[in-house]
């Protein structure tokens, strides 16, 4: 599985982000945005990171994971899809997602919903729970 490599930019616009989402809406990869928090400075931030895959077959996948670090713990949230297919080939109600084992609910295959999740966060520095739960 070929994945590929974007270089890193600080602090991109939300046209470059969307430039480099639409290279990973067709390809495998990853993606991952760091932003403080500005009502929090003294917190580590939070951190979006997509995951694209397709399975070596057509149908491309997405997985989402916002992560924070809280004083006592690492909190990450993600699509929750209860009807996402599972992978065959992966333990029951699970998938693999460049290779790592994830639980299939928390993939989709709406691209719309990566590019919302990763704009509201680039403008407000969090997703919304009703999008991550």
């Known amino acids: 599985m070929d994945k590929v490599y974007l270089p890193r930019i600080e602090n991109p616009t939300v046209e470059q982000?969307?430039?480099y989402l639409e290279v990973l809406r067709i390809n495998n990869g990853f993606l991952s945005l760091w932003k403080q928090s500005k009502s929090k400075p003294t917190s580590p931030g939070m951190?979006?990171?997509l995951y694209s895959d397709n399975h070596e077959t057509d149908?491309?996948?997405y997985m989402v994971l916002l992560g924070e670090e809280t004083e006592e713990?690492?909190?990450v949230r993600t699509f929750y899809n209860p009807a996402a297919p599972s992978n065959p080939e992966a333990p029951r109600g699970m998938t693999y997602m460049l290779e790592e084992c994830f639980a299939a609910c928390s993939t989709v295959r709406n691209f719309a919903l990566v590019v919302y999740a990763f704009t509201e966060f680039l403008t407000t520095g969090n997703v919304s729970d009703e999008l991550l739960s």
Request: without cysteine; proline residues 0%; aromatic residues 8%.
């Open 47 to 49: 951190e979006i990171t």
């Open 59 to 61: 149908i491309q996948t």
């Open 17 to 19: 982000m969307q430039q």
């Open 73 to 75: 713990d690492y909190e």
